[in-house]
């Protein structure tokens, strides 16, 4: 059988901080660097989601892009968007919110989703900034 590849790309804005409060503040700064600003700094997310099936011949595509932007928007753009993530995201409390944990927290939040209709999650990829991305491909 043949199977393809979508992918959707959605957008959001959000705050944060790295810090460990197991370490003093010298630490901290020297491990984390500016990412560690006590008042926050913010970032302008990428998220590029991909999806694979096996084509439906009678529409030419396994999963209706709308469907796909809709599950985007319900679970990461809605929790995250204009969000303090330290703060505001309850499935990332306890964690750091480095682009690695966030690629993942994105994933576990979809996946369910993505399985109910039928669709496989192949990866997600996570840009932090314009040269700086992490890829999640679910537990090997
Ligand atoms: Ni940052």
Known sequence: MKQVTI????RFNAAHKLWNEGWSEEKNFEVFGKCANHNWHGHNYEVFVTVRGTIDESTGYFMNFTELKAL???????????KNLNLDVPWLFGKQTSV???VIGIWEQLE?????SGCVLER???????????DYYGES
């Open 100 to 102: 690695e944990n966030l």
């Open 124 to 134: 997600v990829r996570l840009y932090e900034t314009e040269n700086n991305y992490a």
């Open 72 to 82: 985007i928007q319900e679970y990461v753009e809605e929790p995250l968007d204009h």
């Open 7 to 10: 992918t959707r790309r959605a």
């Open 112 to 116: 369910p989703h993505l399985a109910k």
